[in-house]
């Protein structure tokens, strides 16, 4: 019976934080402890506050990085298709050359019934085509004579000087460009206007 020391209250509980043979008599009370029980309760809550911001931080790394992933693979699915509309821009860049040749020579194509059919019929493949890009998020860059370069969104091929516009205004547009679901594609290839001096 020395392990178990009965009361009118029941079992006495042993300390087992340090395997001391100290008893505690009365639960409700506070009874004064060892000092290697304190010494060990102490490290033992330090050790536990240590487990918890590890494996709270470890948390919040893999939720970090689950939504990494999912930005990542929202990506892949969103931009996958990129090197194959950049190499599908020159198919577009010829229509669009028909389309201004066919306005050039619209006169001759009038008196031509089956001139007009031919190019309205390549006219309409190439609307086509921007309808398609357009549906899976390929857009044309719009820039027009006289709109301020954009970096973002033009290439500078050269600098004119011109008395009628500002510095750093387009002057002509000898490519389209395009973007992909709001990353560029390809720069609208430009010439700038700089100032004269």
Do not use: W
């Not at 020395?2 to 506070?30: L, S």
């Not at 011109?162 to 387009?170: A, L, R």
Request: hydrophobic letters at 30%; charged letters at 35%.
């Amino acid at each position: 019976m020395d392990d178990e020391i009965m009361k009118d209250n029941g079992k006495e509980i042993k300390c087992e934080c340090c395997n001391c043979n100290e008893y505690i008599d009365d639960p409700d009370k506070n009874p004064e402890e060892s000092s290697e029980c304190l010494e060990r309760v102490v490290e033992l809550e330090n050790e536990i506050r240590t487990l918890k911001d590890t494996l709270l931080r470890k948390i919040a790394e893999s939720d970090n990085l689950r939504k990494r992933l999912e930005k990542e693979k929202e990506d892949a699915i969103k931009y996958s298709n990129n090197k194959f509309a950049r190499d599908l821009l020159t198919v577009l860049d010829n229509f669009d050359k028909v389309g201004e040749n066919f306005q050039v020579i619209s006169e001759k194509t009038e008196a031509d019934p089956t001139l007009k059919a031919f190019f309205d019929g390549v006219l309409l493949c190439g609307k086509e085509l921007m309808t398609v890009f357009n549906k899976h998020g390929l857009s044309k860059i719009n820039a027009s004579i006289g709109d301020a370069f954009n970096p973002n969104y033009h290439q500078a091929m050269c600098e004119l000087e011109s008395k009628d516009s500002k510095p750093g205004t387009i002057l002509q547009i000898f490519q389209a460009g395009y973007v992909h679901n709001d990353r560029l594609l390809r720069p609208a290839m430009v010439s700038v206007s700089k100032s004269t001096h």
